[in-house]
């Protein structure tokens, strides 16, 4: 049983699937590696304030860098795609706005989809584009018309397979049984599809925490936990974010792995409250409505914070089967990200600055976008080198 809500009574049941008697516990208490850190200097920065509009981002919403060391970035504002050679100089721009193929409306970057260089997911439409390293549309597929729904961005798997979260069945159902103003958590099913093949993995595992609303329904909960995947050779990690533990499902929905590790603590403290509220005071440019929201806004987000940070928010799936954890956002000043081998062991931890946000992993490089000293959006590739040895290039 779970109970969710610092103030709430309202108890939801999680159900989780037994581990099996094959199950395997992978327990790290300290890295195996030295901790990294971001070089001094980007390899390659791509972002301008004003000029040539292929260098103008409005709202990045996904990149990959390629093999060769390109860069192709996914801009919803503009609805296209655009890739850039290791140097940051623009190749190409395809696709606009619109519903035809090759059109998008919501755009996403897909990562490590085998069988073609570049995948898309319109989220607006379910669609699915591939494209060519010249960014010339080779095929779509609409997963709507094959009843595929997903709730989260669906993620690529070595195996061709394209695993998902639908939408929650029972979210409309606790909207109207969850007291106002309290939380709880949906429930989530890992699904899988391959072929005309649609496969649930895996049911019962506890979603986004959400809060209870008025008659608006409900939303996010601030600082909510939610859960996250990242499909490998062998199946798919997945978290709840209550802790520092993965589960790794294999491709006939059983639970065959349990990695644990050791992570910064997880209380909310005073200090990273007083720096949420100054980060939501900086929206407003005028003091009269800085003055409103903390008279009018504030109290209700502060008293429903809760006491606890959710562990991490994204997972990163490399090609050698380890796993980047991202660690929450608001958890501490300096973000971090928690290196996991294919065995599920923890092996060493990386420290981001504040501003930026993990586009895209390898093993010794992160694709990150951040903004400049100007607030200009921009993306940048950065080495990754060891704590104490950083220098610049």
């Known amino acids: 049983m779970i109970t969710l809500g610092r103030h709430a009574a309202f108890v939801v049941t999680a159900l989780i699937a037994a581990p099996t008697s094959g199950q395997e516990v992978v327990e790290s208490a300290a890295a195996r590696d030295p901790d990294l850190t971001l070089a001094a200097e980007p390899l390659v920065r791509i972002g301008i304030v004003d000029g040539p509009v292929e260098y103008i981002f409005g709202n990045v919403t996904g990149a990959v860098r ?4 390109s860069i192709v970035v996914a801009d919803e504002q503009s609805s296209n795609i655009r890739r850039y050679d290791a140097n940051g100089q623009h190749m190409w721009t395809s696709g606009r706005s619109g519903e035809g193929p090759g059109e998008y409306q919501g755009l996403r970057l897909l990562r490590h989809c085998p069988g073609v260089p570049l995948t898309v997911f319109d989220w607006r439409v379910h669609r699915v584009t591939q494209l060519d390293l010249d960014g010339n549309l080779i095929a779509t597929r609409s997963l709507a018309s094959e009843g595929v729904y997903p709730y989260s961005d669906p993620v690529c798997s070595p195996d061709d397979r394209l695993v998902f979260t639908p939408i929650p069945a029972d979210v409309e159902s606790y909207d109207e049984t969850v007291p106002v103003g309290e939380h709880y958590r949906s429930s989530m099913s890992l699904m899988s599809v391959q072929g005309d093949n649609v496969a649930t993995l895996l049911s019962g595992i506890p979603g986004a925490e959400r809060t209870r609303h008025y008659a608006e329904g409900s939303g996010p909960r601030w600082w909510g936990k939610d859960m996250v995947y990242a499909p490998g050779g062998t199946g798919v990690w997945y978290g709840t974010a209550d802790d520092y533990a993965l589960e790794r499902v294999d491709w006939t929905g059983q639970v065959t792995r349990t990695a644990r590790w050791a992570g910064p603590d997880l209380t909310v403290t005073g200090d990273r409250v007083d720096i949420y509220r100054e980060a939501w005071l900086a929206r407003y440019d005028d003091p009269e409505r800085r003055r409103d929201f903390e008279r009018d806004s504030w109290p209700e987000i502060r008293d429903n914070l809760p006491d606890r940070f959710p562990a991490y928010e994204a997972l990163f799936a490399l090609p050698d089967g380890g796993v ?20 599920g062991a923890w092996v060493r931890r990386l420290t981001l600055p504040s501003n930026a946000v993990v586009l895209d992993a390898g093993r010794d490089w992160v694709l990150l976008r951040q903004r400049d000293e100007l607030d200009v959006p921009t993306v940048a590739v950065y080495e990754l080198v060891e704590t104490g040895r950083l220098r610049a290039r």
């Open 66 to 69: 390629l093999e060769d060391g």
């Open 324 to 343: 980047w954890v991202k660690t929450f956002v608001w958890r501490a000043p300096g973000e971090e990200m928690h290196l996991l081998g294919r065995d």
